[in-house]
């Protein structure tokens, strides 16, 4: 039975922060609370689940085993009061008729080519309403396998059991430290990076994105060193290369979406591209409406209207390269005919 001393969900928020962020001056920023507030709900939420969650020290805070081993039940509680959150606006609202429900990361929302496909979906079928939900790289994929979400927009591989209609393909860059040595060099090369550890994802991305995006193994059999952190953002992974000196690899648009002062993105000649797609579980193909997303995708991509990059305005220069602002062309969003 509930009471008094139940862990409370933004408890838990904080928790999951704090995991990503090992740093609970970023952590606290990210949530806006001061460092104080959020020590305070990490000590609340440790007695009142009775065990120790995180080790602290003067220079560094890491999770323990046992802290380690409840994040994905901790995930799994705030993405269920968030779906509860979002079910009762739904109701609230009176919502019916045909509903789409596509999630995608802060960033994917940016891009040309999901404001293509959401252009056409919304232009060509004005019956069908599309439910957007802004996920991290560890709510999506428990998204869709739980039913939450129908489909989502996602760079990389993807795991067994979804089906993914790709988008676009880019280069994929490496992210350093500004003060970084290999920082002042225009291009690079896996070997140069040999020492450099990279950015830990969190346990619960799925062992293929967490292999692709460390370029893991490496082609030449170089062991891959990760960090401590347990990263589901792209502005914590960032942050982690600032303060930590370690890299990680993003694709080409991210310095275009991030442009931060202590980042510096360099292209890498033997780095392969990825690809951003829209993806689905398998049994859901015949769905009607991931039929009519499939359709609208394929015809985009077919007349060449998913553009890479984000869509900017007509009068908005590309920054030089490595300045973090690299722009891609720009392109106007042009939508089928019925």
């Not at 891009?111 to 709510?139: M, N, Y």
């Amino acid at each position: 039975m509930a009471g008094a001393e139940d862990p409370a969900v933004h408890q838990l928020r904080s928790l999951l922060a704090l995991s990503e962020e090992l740093h609970f001056g970023r952590a606290a920023a990210r949530l806006y609370l001061t460092q104080p507030a959020l020590s305070q709900q990490i000590r609340t939420l440790e007695r009142r689940l009775g065990v120790q969650l995180f080790t602290r020290t003067s220079r560094r805070v890491q999770l323990t085993a046992l802290g380690r081993a409840l994040l994905p039940l901790v995930r799994n509680v705030v993405g269920a009061a968030d779906e509860l959150r979002d079910a009762a606006r739904h109701s609230a609202a009176g919502t019916d008729g045909l509903v789409l429900r596509i999630g995608l990361t802060d960033c994917a929302a940016t891009l040309a080519a999901t404001r293509s496909v959401i252009a056409a979906l919304t232009t060509l079928h004005r019956g069908l309403e599309v439910d957007f939900q802004v996920l991290d790289l560890v709510e999506q994929p428990l998204a869709l396998a739980l039913g939450r979400i129908d489909a989502a927009f996602v760079y990389g591989p993807v795991s067994a059991g979804l089906h993914a209609e790709p988008l676009t393909t880019e280069p994929r860059v490496v992210c350093l430290s500004s003060s970084d040595p290999l920082a002042r060099r225009p291009t690079l090369r896996l070997a140069d990076l040999a020492d450099r550890p990279m950015v830990g994802l969190a346990p619960a991305v799925s062992v293929a994105e967490r292999r692709f995006w460390g370029m893991d193994p490496r082609p030449d059999g170089t062991p891959v060193r990760y960090t401590d952190h347990h990263v589901i953002r792209v502005e914590s992974l960032l942050s982690a290369v600032s303060f930590d000196g370690a890299i990680a690899f993003l694709p080409a648009v991210a310095a275009e979406l991030f442009p931060r002062p202590d980042i510096r993105y360099r292209p890498v000649a033997d780095l392969a591209p990825c690809t951003f797609s829209v993806v689905w579980p398998e049994p859901d193909r015949e769905n009607p409406n991931i039929t009519v997303l499939a359709d609208v995708c394929r015809r985009l991509r077919e007349r060449g209207e998913l553009p890479p990059g984000t869509i900017q305005g007509p009068d908005e220069p590309a920054a030089p390269f490595g300045t973090g602002r690299e722009a891609h062309a720009a392109h106007a969003v042009a939508l089928p005919s019925r």
